[in-house]
């Protein structure tokens, strides 16, 4: 938990919005405004992600699932004309939470690196399927989605600019970061953590274990979904590729990298990927040599990630989150 | 419908090199090795280079060499410095290693697809039964065959066998027993990266090499250990050739769903049979 007070995390909250605004309105740049939007849209997936393994222990290496298949059901809806845009983008979120659930209740008795075996087996099944099928979805060409001329009332000239898709998204962030910390600061985030850490023992003192995991894989689920919606919104697109098991191990490297300790870690480590990518220039080409020693140089000498080590540096006191990557499942 | 069968049987041959690699490591390390299916792809392009400098045969020794000198260095200088940590992490290093083997290919080869030709010694085709199939195949076939009676035998008869039993079990009581765990794991896992390698030379010529085909097998060998059971030799062994079968014949029966198939398999498997159809180890 966050031992940050109820008050100084509303102050950081209006901070944190009015740095957004202030970023969206002074940087004049559609290049580093479209990075910044990239980098904080991947923020959120990330923050899915590690929230899985912050409260479960769990790794997974397949939600992907979760980040193409909100881009595919908005752009199916409006496809098809199923319903209204905004509608769309609620039943994606929502939906593919409560499909995260009913999965969830399942999957989370597979215990440790068989989960991960398991999770990159269904992801893989949904690119698959994406990519083979024909018609409305256009195989593995992709499908564009048709936004409507207006959402939630704002005219889409206005919405599609660089500048406020970088608000958007980042204001989304923000608030996501915010309800999780209030969130799991009460008895849901205490319990799922006694899970955590011994799932045994949480269970001989009286805890319901199995509803709290899964409702964490579906808390993971729905914000990987909404990271997924504001992707289809920032490119208008979606193809197989946002379903790719690779795509989930780029969050799962960001996750890592950045720390689960902190609830923010995740987005710090999406932050530093697409800074680093930036600033390789003409070595990006080879991102995945460099980004996978990172992983392997973090796990290994800072396994709470840069966010951790951040926190050590700066003496602040160390929140009682989820250790590094699965000190978690040790008991499994 | 035979040739359907007989491809499914290469398939899972080819299966049975990869995952009987990928379960002695788990066996001895614990370690569910991401990059496993990277090294079977390290494997196959530079059997391509030996090959296009020399030949086949030579292709088929030199590059499993390789991969064994690079699994006990791998196993020195990483598993064994990891052992104490748990096992969630060392998966991540391996994951990171994943993608470092996977530049480093795109980077010396290149992303475009290269063909290694059958040796000319098995160019030709045999009547099975009516159907003319390529001889080369037959001879993966044979190679996954070798495979699983050789290490079968040298697991139940060796004294070294034996000792991999025993470490695969207990490895704390197996080393208070006298028994070098160290030295025998890096042994182990060398062999391990070796059958990746061989499986690698061995599918070239009948698989095309490119980038992407490390995702594929790896993700489909997980199947066959999960289904098998981590750890147990045998029952990936079984559960290689039903994949290889239920893929070949799925292609045929059920086209639009066949993919499913085999994760539909790992989904059962995981829920209803957690230590899988051979029952694990430990």
Known sequence: ?332 | MLIHIFNGLVYGALLIVMCSGLALIYGLRRVVNFAHGSLYMLGAYLGYSVALQSNFWVALLVAPAIMAALGVALDRWGFRLLQDRDPLSVVLVTFGLLLVIEDMVQTVWGKSNLSVPAPAALQFSVDLLGTPVPAYRIGVIAVGAAVALGLTMWLRLSRAGLFVRAASTDPVTTAMQGVNTDALSAFVVGLGTALAGLAGVVAAPFLSLSPSMSADVIIDSFVVVVVGGLGSLAGAFIAAMVLGLVQALGAVWMPDTSVMLPFLLMVGILLFKPAGLAGSRT
């Open chain 1, 1 to 332: 938990m966050s031992s940050l007070s109820v008050s100084r995390l509303m102050m950081l909250t209006v901070l944190a919005l009015a740095l957004g605004l202030g970023v969206s309105m002074l940087v004049g740049s559609g290049t580093v405004l479209s990075l910044l939007t990239q980098a904080t849209i991947y923020a959120v997936f990330a923050l899915g992600v590690g929230l899985l393994l912050r409260q479960n222990g769990m790794v997974s290496f397949g939600h992907a699932l979760y980040f193409g298949s909100a881009g595919y059901i908005v752009a199916i809806a409006l496809q098809t004309h199923a319903m209204a845009a905004e509608w769309a983008i609620l039943v994606a979120v929502l939906g593919l939470t409560l499909f995260g659930f009913v999965i969830g209740l399942v999957i989370v008795r597979v215990p440790g690196v068989a989960f991960g075996m398991l999770t990159l087996a269904v992801g893989q099944m949904a690119y698959l399927t994406a990519s083979r099928s024909r018609g409305l979805t256009g195989g593995a060409d992709g499908m564009s989605v048709e936004w409507p001329n207006t959402l939630f009332g704002v005219s889409s000239n206005l919405l599609f600019k660089p500048a406020s898709l970088m608000l958007i998204s980042w204001t989304v962030l923000v608030l996501l970061l915010l309800g999780l910390a209030l969130g799991l600061r009460g008895r849901f985030g205490a319990i799922t953590e006694a899970a955590r850490d011994n799932e045994e023992r949480a269970r001989f003192i009286g805890i319901q274990t199995l509803v709290p995991r899964a409702a964490v894989y579906a808390l993971s689920a729905g914000v990987t979904a909404v990271a997924g919606v504001l992707a289809a919104l920032n490119t208008g697109f979606v193809s197989p590729e946002a379903l790719h098991w690779s795509l989930s191990g780029v969050a799962l490297m960001m996750v890592v990298v950045g720390g689960t300790r902190v609830l923010w870690g995740p987005a710090l480590g999406a932050a530093i990927y697409f800074l680093a990518k930036d600033v390789l220039g003409d070595h990006a080409q080879h991102w995945m040599a460099i980004f996978g020693t990172a992983l392997i140089v973090v796990i290994v000498f800072a396994p709470e990630g840069l966010s951790g080590l951040l926190n050590r540096l700066l003496g602040l006191k160390p929140s009682g989150g989820a250790g590094h990557a699965g000190s978690a499942s040790a008991h499994h």
